[in-house]
């Protein structure tokens, strides 16, 4: 088990431009989770997965932003046209229905700079 | 509406010093509660968590949180605070009417430990 990995750690980029960001679960968890999290706030719910279906997308999801996990097993995060306010940690969690209580595992985040 | 509050962005304490940090819910049923702790530039780490079994949860490194019904409680104690201890801690609760699978943050509480 090595626990929820994410990468890059951290990227920076200019307004405008794409960018993509990798979870790998832990192998045996099927739910996957995406946080944002801005400076001095708690994270805020993005969007979660059972397997490869997308069951719940926050209205902070907006169109600029689309997750995949299109074999259920790690997930990407795209973000469009980037903007600053998008700057964050992006958290991703996993965690295993019936174990554990559904109790969520992070890993340690990348964060977005967008200049 | 349901939510979670943590009273408290910061506390300081002396190194030795009973730590106190709090966390109240709303909601009209029991939730599942957890604590995470997040050092700087890093992802959340579980430090404990309350799935309707006992009401007094022992976690790591000394943390011990007590479920309190009547006062919709869920305040994160240790006796004696510890230098490595200075972190953000965030309070979590996830609620019935989403499976308990989506979890609302608190705003988070800095810890501070002087010598």
């Known amino acids: 088990d090595t626990g929820v990995s994410q990468n890059p750690r951290h990227k920076i980029t200019k307004r405008g431009q794409n960018v993509t960001f990798r979870c790998d679960p832990i192998?045996?968890?099927?739910?996957l989770y995406w946080y944002r999290q801005t400076l001095g706030q708690g994270p805020e719910f993005l969007t979660y997965?059972?397997?490869?279906?997308?069951?719940?997308k926050s209205r902070l999801l907006s169109d600029r932003f689309s997750a995949e996990r299109p074999k259920g097993s790690f997930s990407t995060l795209e973000i469009q046209r980037t903007e600053q306010g998008d700057s964050a940690m992006y958290l991703c969690?996993?965690?295993?229905?019936?174990?554990?209580?559904?109790?969520?595992?992070f890993g340690p985040g990348t964060r977005l700079t967008v200049l | 509406a349901q939510s979670v509050t943590q009273l408290g962005s910061h506390v300081s304490v002396s190194e030795g010093a009973l730590v106190l940090l709090r966390c109240n819910y709303s909601s009209s049923v029991p939730p599942y509660l957890f604590w995470y702790v997040q050092y700087p530039n890093q992802g959340l780490q579980l430090l404990l968590k309350y799935t309707s079994a006992a009401t007094l949860v022992k976690g790591i490194n000394g943390f011990e949180a007590e479920f309190k019904k009547s006062e919709t409680s869920f305040h994160l104690t240790k006796p004696s605070a510890h230098m490595s201890d200075a972190a953000e801690y965030f309070c979590a609760v996830s609620f019935q009417n989403t499976g308990f699978q989506k979890l609302v943050f608190g705003t988070g509480t800095r810890l501070l430990v002087s010598p």
């Open positions: 997965f059972q397997n490869e279906a997308q069951l719940e």
């Open positions: 192998s045996e968890h099927n739910r």
């Open positions: 969690a996993s965690s295993q229905p019936g174990q554990d209580r559904d109790t969520q595992y």
